[in-house]
């Protein structure tokens, strides 16, 4: 099963058109549940059935199979293709009360598992009980949603029946669906909430893709590096990857199994599959190699054929090139061990091999690999076949040593997970857990403690501090520990400071409350105003670790963070916003001059990102002005904040 995108919300939210264009856009597959609870309506009309019982007698003689092609879904109830038949005006009228029935949802459910679970790269999945019902674990959950006028008007255009009252039909609906005993409509705790009123499909669709991107979950592209044995492949991965890890000897055939690793280059992410060398008349164990490079070639999204330039093509070579054609993919021509000019001009030959223009290299000095890598980057494509996310939110558990970060784990999943210990210090490696609490699954990070800068510190606690740095890296939100019945440090504000510049979402959790009497309250108070003012935004948790007490809030104060961290404010709405502010405050006088500001875009999420542009240098004390107003607008707790201000001449 791929990646599953569970699509919530009322009718004419916009959700079939939005989940079938991200459907096709990945290349995955779609299911509308609607569309079978539809089904099953317009077979008991059609049978005249009324009961529960008799509907599901009547599925099992025709039963309901859905077409999960997004260009073209279609319906069938039997071998009677019903797609434009349940969209009447008797279907609609009848949905909610056939659907309200817990057979039914029973009976379907297992029909839409079925459906989710054959699909092999991916699926968008919508109705109003996705997220909360029929795939709680699905990698994304989206609530989409508008307010009634705007879906009534929405539906009016689809509907047959003109005399219909689309908008109290609607209404109704909601009603009946949000109170119904099994399994109520309801926005999943963990869902996103877009709200469609004031956009369009496309910045529906590309609101979502931003959050498929940024969660990892559209795949990492995978370039098959493909060639005869003895061609450099292995030297030009280390080249890539940045350090020799592929294995490199002279002899011919070292590498024999497909190995991924890793790669960045220009901000894309993507995998290198190192590959056997491929042989026309294998023998021996040269048969599987050969059969693995083949292999390669079919789960790979580009394939890049390796030459070795001086040698130049042999027969071998024409032969792989008849099947690299035959892949269909995009193909780059290497020319390796290609050291200087004269080389350069001597290899040319590579142009007979019909593959276009070979882009000449010299893996094991790097002459030639960032134009490589540019080129190879440029034909990646947007969807990869490396799935390397499972949809559970990454949380890091960071903090000084002896803060109580194993005990909070401990306390989070019920049980003893990570060792603790008085001696502080006791983590060393990152821990990943999953641990479901608060209704949701988390992949959280137990983390060492930081005891001196990096750059000071030695032996353990300098790959601790490393180790630290790398989780807060892989992580989407940090939960900073602190211990409340002593003093906040220098070593709590830098640990703080760490995951501001790094541009993560953040809690502070306050442990060892139940150390912590009145007069330490009145201290922290003062400790948290003096310390903390840069970082008001993030929210304070209060808990006991060794109790329990107080666990419940992480969850909330978690899921709020993440929210604020991937929340985007619509262009119209930003820049009303920002007009009414520069009205009331203009930009102060620098030079002689006032600054003026012509608009504002949010370049992006995870942190939110604001680039304002004017026709001359903001003071940075109303950049901070301007963040600390959109906070009080839009509500970002949780998540730090970037404004940036880019100066534009008018023309």
Same mark, same amino acid.
Not at 38 to 64: F, G
Not at 310 to 322: F, R, S
Not at 457 to 466: K, V
């Given at each position: 099963?791929?990646?599953?995108?569970?699509?919530?919300?009322?009718?004419?939210?916009?959700?079939?058109?939005?989940?079938?264009?991200?459907?096709?856009?990945?290349?995955?597959?779609?299911?509308?549940?609607?569309?079978?609870?539809?089904?099953?309506?317009?077979?008991?009309?059609?049978?005249?059935?009324?009961?529960?019982?008799?509907?599901?007698?009547?599925?099992?003689?025709?039963?309901?199979?859905?077409?999960?092609?997004?260009?073209?879904?279609?319906?069938?109830?039997?071998?009677?293709?019903?797609?434009?038949?349940?969209?009447?005006?008797?279907?609609?009228?009848?949905?909610?009360?056939?659907?309200?029935?817990?057979?039914?949802? %029973?009976?379907?459910?297992?029909?839409?598992?079925?459906?989710?679970?054959?699909?092999?790269?991916?699926?968008?999945?919508?109705?109003?009980?996705?997220?909360?019902?029929?795939?709680?674990?699905?990698?994304?959950?989206?609530?989409?949603?508008?307010?009634?006028?705007?879906?009534?008007?929405?539906?009016?255009?689809?509907?047959?029946?003109?005399?219909?009252?689309?908008?109290?039909?609607?209404?109704?609906?909601?009603?009946?669906?949000?109170?119904?005993?099994?399994?109520?409509?309801?926005?999943?705790?963990?869902?996103?909430?877009?709200?469609?009123?004031?956009?369009?499909?496309?910045?529906?669709?590309?609101?979502?893709?931003?959050?498929?991107?940024?969660?990892?979950?559209?795949?990492?592209?995978?370039?098959?590096?493909?060639?005869?044995?003895?061609?450099?492949?292995?030297?030009?991965?280390?080249?890539?990857?940045?350090?020799?890890?592929?294995?490199?000897?002279?002899?011919?055939?070292?590498?024999?199994?497909?190995?991924?690793?890793?790669?960045?280059? *220009?901000?894309?992410?993507?995998?290198?599959?190192?590959?056997?060398?491929?042989?026309?008349?294998?023998?021996?164990?040269?048969?599987? !190699?050969?059969?693995?490079?083949?292999?390669?070639?079919?789960?790979?999204?580009?394939?890049?054929?390796?030459?070795?330039?001086?040698?130049?093509?042999?027969?071998?070579?024409?032969?792989?090139?008849?099947?690299?054609?035959?892949?269909?993919?995009?193909?780059?021509?290497?020319?390796?061990?290609?050291?200087?000019?004269?080389?350069?001009?001597?290899?040319?030959?590579?142009?007979?091999?019909?593959?276009?223009?070979? %882009?000449?290299?010299?893996?094991?000095?790097?002459?030639?690999?960032?134009?490589?890598?540019?080129?190879?980057?440029?034909?990646?494509?947007?969807?990869?076949?490396?799935?390397?996310?499972?949809?559970?939110?990454?949380?890091?558990?960071?903090?000084?040593?002896?803060?109580?970060?194993?005990?909070?784990?401990?306390?989070?999943?019920?049980?003893?997970?990570?060792?603790?210990?008085?001696?502080?210090?006791?983590?060393?490696?990152?821990?990943?857990?999953?641990?479901?609490?608060? *209704?949701?699954?988390?992949?959280?990070?137990?983390?060492?403690?930081?005891?001196?800068?990096?750059?000071?510190?030695?032996?353990?606690?300098?790959?601790?501090?490393?180790?630290?740095?790398?989780?807060?890296?892989?992580?989407?939100?940090?939960?900073?520990?602190?211990?409340?019945?002593?003093?906040?440090?220098?070593?709590?504000?830098?640990?703080?400071?760490?995951?501001?510049?790094?541009?993560?979402?953040? !809690?502070?959790?306050?442990?060892?409350?139940?150390?912590?009497?009145?007069?330490?309250?009145?201290?922290?108070?003062?400790?948290?105003?003096?310390?903390?003012?840069?970082?008001?935004?993030?929210?304070?948790?209060?808990?006991?670790?060794?109790?329990?007490?107080?666990?419940?809030?992480?969850?909330?104060?978690?899921?709020?963070?993440?929210?604020?961290?991937?929340?985007?404010?619509?262009?119209?709405?930003?820049?009303?916003?920002?007009?009414?502010?520069?009205?009331?405050?203009?930009?102060?006088?620098?030079?002689?001059?006032?600054?003026?500001?012509?608009?504002?875009?949010?370049?992006?999420?995870?942190?939110?990102?604001?680039?304002?542009?004017?026709?001359?240098?903001?003071?940075?004390?109303?950049?901070?002005?301007?963040?600390?107003?959109?906070?009080?607008?839009?509500?970002?707790?949780?998540?730090?904040?970037?404004?940036?201000?880019?100066?534009?001449?008018?023309?």
């Amino acid at each position: 099963m791929g990646v599953v995108v569970a699509m919530d919300g009322p009718s004419g939210a916009g959700k079939s058109s939005t989940s079938r264009a991200i459907a096709v856009r990945a290349g995955w597959n779609y299911l509308d549940t609607g569309a079978l609870y539809r089904a099953v309506t317009w077979l008991a009309l059609e049978k005249n059935l009324e009961s529960a019982q008799d509907i599901i007698l009547a599925l099992k003689r025709d039963p309901i199979r859905f077409v999960s092609n997004p260009l073209d879904p279609q319906v069938f109830a039997g071998d009677t293709q019903i797609t434009h038949a349940i969209r009447g005006s008797s279907v609609t009228e009848n949905v909610s009360r056939i659907s309200a029935m817990p057979e039914i949802r %029973h009976e379907l459910f297992d029909i839409q598992r079925s459906i989710i679970d054959r699909s092999e790269k991916g699926i968008v999945v919508e109705g109003r009980d996705i997220a909360t019902v029929v795939a709680p674990d699905a990698a994304l959950k989206i609530f989409l949603t508008a307010d009634l006028d705007a879906r009534a008007q929405r539906r009016e255009i689809e509907t047959l029946d003109k005399d219909v009252d689309v908008r109290s039909s609607l209404d109704s609906r909601d009603i009946a669906d949000s109170t119904r005993e099994a399994s109520p409509f309801v926005m999943a705790a963990d869902s996103v909430q877009i709200d469609s009123t004031l956009l369009s499909i496309e910045e529906t669709i590309e609101r979502i893709w931003e959050l498929l991107r940024q969660r990892s979950l559209l795949g990492l592209p995978i370039v098959a590096i493909l060639g005869r044995p003895n061609v450099g492949k292995s030297t030009l991965i280390n080249r890539f990857i940045g350090r020799r890890e592929a294995i490199v000897e002279d002899t011919p055939g070292v590498t024999r199994d497909r190995i991924q690793y890793e790669c960045e280059w *220009g901000g894309r992410r993507f995998i290198v599959m190192d590959t056997g060398g491929w042989e026309a008349k294998p023998d021996g164990i040269s048969i599987q !190699v050969s059969a693995g490079a083949e292999i390669a070639m079919d789960e790979a999204d580009v394939l890049a054929f390796v030459v070795d330039a001086q040698v130049g093509a042999l027969d071998e070579d024409e032969i792989l090139v008849q099947r690299l054609r035959k892949a269909k993919k995009p193909l780059i021509l290497i020319g390796n061990k290609v050291d200087g000019d004269r080389e350069e001009s001597e290899a040319h030959g590579l142009w007979s091999l019909g593959l276009g223009e070979p %882009h000449f290299v010299s893996a094991l000095h790097g002459r030639g690999s960032g134009d490589l890598l540019d080129r190879i980057v440029a034909e990646l494509p947007e969807v990869g076949g490396a799935q390397t996310q499972d949809g559970y939110r990454k949380v890091a558990l960071i903090g000084r040593p002896n803060v109580g970060k194993s005990s909070l784990l401990n306390a989070l999943a019920g049980e003893k997970r990570s060792i603790v210990d008085e001696v502080a210090g006791t983590t060393r490696d990152p821990v990943d857990e999953l641990i479901e609490f608060g *209704g949701s699954t988390w992949r959280f990070i137990d983390t060492a403690g930081l005891k001196k800068r990096a750059n000071q510190a030695s032996g353990t606690d300098y790959y601790a501090s490393l180790r630290t740095q790398s989780a807060l890296e892989r992580c989407e939100v940090a939960v900073v520990v602190l211990d409340a019945s002593e003093p906040i440090t220098e070593q709590d504000l830098r640990v703080i400071t760490m995951v501001e510049e790094a541009g993560k979402a953040m !809690v502070i959790v306050m442990n060892k409350w139940d150390l912590v009497d009145e007069d330490r309250r009145d201290q922290l108070d003062r400790e948290v105003d003096r310390h903390l003012d840069q970082v008001e935004w993030a929210q304070r948790v209060n808990v006991a670790a060794k109790t329990g007490w107080h666990r419940d809030r992480l969850a909330p104060a978690i899921r709020t963070a993440l929210d604020s961290w991937e929340r985007r404010v619509p262009t119209a709405k930003l820049n009303s916003f920002l007009g009414a502010l520069i009205g009331a405050t203009p930009p102060p006088v620098r030079g002689g001059k006032q600054p003026k500001i012509y608009y504002a875009t949010q370049a992006g999420i995870a942190p939110p990102k604001f680039v304002v542009f004017s026709s001359g240098w903001i003071e940075a004390s109303y950049r901070r002005f301007i963040e600390r107003r959109l906070r009080e607008e839009f509500g970002f707790p949780g998540t730090p904040v970037q404004v940036a201000i880019r100066v534009k001449e008018r023309d």
